[in-house]
């Protein structure tokens, strides 16, 4: 297993950043899962490793933040934001949109392994509502429509 | 990314930049950037903080801390290094704010943070952003970086003696991290969970020692301040709530969007006319002034002035700045239930009040919803709301509980209307586990 040499820039940056080693683990931890696609037993004791923590010290901290994950998801997350702000403005029809169309629920994954949907809170996108991101992409004042020819734009981006 | 509106009652202190290309650094000193922390390094400390505190600026975050005081609690001496940390974990639901000022003008966010490192004497800074909001990480980032070899950061900033470094750190998705305790754990690379206080973190905080903690838009709001002046800033809002302030229009309206209006700008003017008012000539419901966490106003409390003191009297608050608006089609059990969902998504499950009290608050909306609530079930939300009120270590738990005793209070009608097997016309999509429905 390796990291991309722009990981291993950031890390070896970010580390004279702090007093201790141990704070660079919530952001290592997700740019390590951008690269692997989830955190895997092996990601997750090659950073436990890194930083002289024990895997359990570093599955508590990846337990707690919702957007690290230890099972594969699809290549790209499509996560909904229902909180206020998008159901005032149809988020939640929105989200039920999506799970038509890609036939998987909240947190499921298309068998093609393309997508997966995600029911997610407050995006910080509330004024530009409904909004979703696709992987770190924001889509803003979302209709049924407009989703459907982003997803598209995906599907074709992986060919 | 995300699109700007302009209003002819805007009076643009924090959002001056916003769409002229300040991210880049020769644009931003074009637009008189970096000249308040020039002007800065040339005052001692304690008139920093007496300017910051004269100019009524308040916590953005949503707490309304008057800043210059904050600063002041920090120990002049100090065995342990000192800190300021820059909190843009935003993510207090109907805001969307610091992402704006991120996006647009990141070297005033820098600079603002240098100026708080000047006042408590600190030679470290932090940039904490949420997960969410890469492409704001990589803007910093870049934005740190091009300002390093102009001899703004780093050893001697502008020739004067004194280092100051400042770093970028990186969420990965979670509300409660925005409490800032608990956001200092995340940087430690912990759990975000929050700590007790006292001591607070002027005193004990980063690794131990003194750290001066402000929202993105608060030390946004510190260079203008410094360069025009206290009075001038407090001259612009209303006693002891001086400035401006990013107000974030979202739900039912014609035109939402980011403004920046002066703190005491009435409410209704700013649904109706900033706002454009709602859409289809629909009536007005309820509006929630300042972020999920904050009571909701009914259509006939609006006519009150946005500032952190008269919103308390109306009895809600000013929080962070989100303006929801909902209009006359907004079923309210369903919103209350949608808020408390986000809670017991959201509480970090170290407080009991806090874990169970927004669980059994979840479970009991969703049964309310469904139409299989109990009478004393609309008692039961109001019990349990304010069993949590004070009695957890940080304000989630109140955050949670205090619009729940306003939904009710105020729309108790719509909750008894779905009592007897009255399901919401919503109840298709509450996918929530629930209470069973008892008949």
């Known amino acids: 297993m390796g990291f991309s040499e722009e990981f291993e820039q950031r890390f070896a940056e970010m580390l004279k950043h702090y007093p201790t080693k141990r704070s660079v683990l919530v952001p290592t931890l997700l740019y390590a899962q951008d690269e692997g696609g989830y955190l895997s037993d092996e990601l997750i004791a090659e950073i436990a490793r890194r930083l002289d923590l024990t895997e359990l010290e570093v599955r508590n901290v990846v337990s707690y933040y919702s957007m690290l994950t230890t099972k594969p998801r699809g290549k790209y997350k499509v996560q909904v934001c229902t909180n206020i702000a998008c159901m005032l403005r149809g988020g939640e029809e929105l989200f039920q949109h999506c799970e038509k169309k890609l036939g998987v629920g909240h947190k ?6 393309l997508f997966s949907l995600e029911e997610v809170e407050c995006i910080g996108a509330c004024s530009w509502a409904p909004a979703a991101q696709v992987n770190y992409d924001f889509h803003e004042n979302l209709t049924a429509e407009k989703l459907d020819r982003v997803l598209d734009e995906y599907r074709k981006l992986s060919h | 990314m995300a699109d700007l509106v302009s209003h002819p009652d805007e009076m643009k202190v924090v959002s001056k930049r916003f769409g002229l290309g300040a991210t880049n650094i020769d644009r931003y000193l074009e637009l008189e950037g970096y000249k308040a922390v020039q002007k800065a390094l040339g005052m001692q400390p304690d008139v920093i903080i007496n300017e910051v505190k004269n ?17 002041s609690f920090v120990p002049k001496q100090s065995p342990k290094p000192k800190y300021v940390l820059c909190n843009g974990d ?26 708080a490192a000047l006042a408590a004497q600190s030679h470290t800074g932090y940039v904490y952003i949420r997960g969410e909001y890469r492409y704001l990480s990589v803007i910093m980032q870049k934005a740190l970086r091009d300002a390093y070899p102009r001899g703004f950061l780093g050893k001697n900033i502008f020739g004067s003696g004194y280092d100051l470094d400042i770093y970028w750190h990186g969420g990965a998705g979670a509300y409660e991290v925005g409490e800032e305790s608990a956001l200092m754990e995340s940087l430690e690379g912990k759990r975000g969970i929050p700590r007790i206080r006292p001591p607070f973190p002027a005193v004990v905080g980063l690794w131990g020692g003194p750290t001066v903690i402000n929202n993105v838009e608060t030390l946004a709001s510190v260079p203008p301040i410094i360069s025009a002046g206290a009075e001038w800033y407090a001259n612009l809002g209303t006693p002891k709530n001086g400035g401006t302030r990013l107000f974030c229009l979202s739900g039912h309206l014609n035109r939402p969007g980011v403004y920046e209006l002066p703190m005491g700008y009435n409410l209704k003017k700013m649904i109706y006319d900033v706002g454009g008012g709602i859409p289809d000539g629909r009536q007005l419901k309820a509006v929630v002034p ?4 904050t009571p909701c106003l009914a259509a006939d409390e609006i006519d009150v002035a946005t500032d952190f003191d008269s919103l308390t009297k109306a009895g809600s608050m000013m929080g962070s700045g989100g303006v929801v608006v909902a209009d006359e089609t907004t079923l309210m059990v369903k ?18 009040p806090c874990r169970e009290g927004t669980d059994w608050l979840m479970k009991t909306l969703a049964r309310l919803h469904s139409g299989g609530g109990l009478k004393k079930d609309i008692d039961n939300t109001q019990y349990l709301s304010e069993n949590m009120l004070g009695r957890t270590f940080c304000p989630l738990g109140d955050a949670a509980a205090m619009p729940t005793i306003a939904f009710v209070k105020k729309f108790r009608r719509e909750f008894e209307d779905h009592l007897e097997g009255q399901p919401c016309a919503f109840e298709a999509n509450a996918g929530v586990e629930r209470l069973p429905v008892l008949t």
């Open chain 2, 90 to 115: 935003e993510s207090e639901p109907g805001t969307c704010k610091d992402r704006l000022i991120l996006e647009h003008d990141p070297h005033a966010v820098i600079e603002g943070v240098m100026i």
């Open chain 2, 335 to 352: 919103f209350a239930l949608r808020t408390m969902q986000f809670y017991q998504h959201e509480s970090c499950g170290w407080c009991i």
């Open chain 2, 290 to 293: 300042g972020g999920s966490s």
């Open chain 1, 108 to 113: 499921g994954t298309t068998a093609d392994g």
């Open chain 2, 55 to 71: 100019s009524g600026l308040r916590g953005r975050g949503g707490a309304g801390f008057n800043t210059g005081m904050k600063w």
